[in-house]
């Protein structure tokens, strides 16, 4: 398949534009493994603390993703598992060079026909003498809808001398949530995330709690959630709404 796209991106921590496009070649390894291959070219255009450049980038990478139990509806058990390595070198083309592996799983339990467990974690890490010379997209931020709930949008990550984050080579994310079907189509569910991004190997992770409803629409789960962050006074509470399957 040939792929591209374009993005902009503006959040607390920094604004990009950016625009990609790229080859992959995806094949079967075993009934539950997928083996993907790829390259990208991307231009991006940032500001993040006090950088305000531009990066090119071709970008060489290899994805395997195994899936079980995925459904438009509620899953009532499954898994998914996804590793990611990509790299860019100087000498190929790109504007710097660095390596970067990533890996995320979520795991569906059912305690019951109403009740279920649902956990997921996410790791990554970059081998990059300074991160400041990659772009937004490539740097680790944490917190949002699918990250640590009760914060900002990619809020969370090491500061510079300003306090404006600027994410970080390494990310570290957790979550466990227990969900109860209530009436009908609609379930209640109560959640612990907790994560960081970080730079060198003592992270000072956040977490949130928060209480959840969900509705399992006809296209999909639609869910409401009211996170509290527990590692910043000042806010009571943030409201996620995301919509999509559950693996």
């Not at 969900?179 to 994560?195: H, K």
């Given at each position: 398949s040939f792929v591209g796209g374009v993005q902009h991106l503006d959040t607390d921590t920094s604004e990009s534009d950016t625009f990609t496009f790229g080859y992959m070649r995806t094949r079967s390894l075993s009934k539950n493994w997928l083996w993907s291959r790829l390259v990208n070219y991307s231009y991006e255009d940032f500001a993040i603390g006090d950088q305000d450049e531009t990066s090119q980038l071709v970008i060489f990478g290899v994805n395997f993703e195994s899936a079980i139990g995925r459904e438009i509806g509620r899953s009532k058990a499954g898994r998914n598992i996804n590793f990611d390595l990509r790299g860019a070198s100087d000498s190929l083309g790109s504007d710097t060079s660095f390596l970067q592996f990533k890996a995320t799983t979520k795991w569906i339990w059912s305690l019951t026909d109403k009740t279920r467990v649902i956990t997921r974690g996410k790791l990554g890490a970059t081998m990059k003498d300074d991160l400041a010379d990659l772009p937004v997209s490539v740097r680790f931020f944490s917190g949002g809808d699918h990250s640590v709930r009760g914060y900002d949008f990619e809020s969370l990550g090491p500061v510079d001398e300003n306090g404006a984050v600027i994410g970080g080579s390494y990310l570290l994310e957790a979550s466990i949530e227990l969900?109860?079907?209530?009436?009908?189509?609609?379930?209640?569910?109560?959640?612990?995330?907790?994560?960081s991004a970080f730079n060198d190997f003592s992270p000072e992770f956040s977490t949130g709690v928060g209480l959840g409803i969900r509705w399992y629409s006809p296209i999909g789960p639609i869910r409401v959630d009211f996170a509290h962050p527990l590692d910043d006074p000042d806010r009571d509470f943030r409201l996620h709404l995301t919509l999509g399957p559950d693996l």
């Open positions: 969900d109860r079907m209530v009436v009908g189509n609609w379930s209640i569910a109560a959640f612990v995330d907790s994560g």
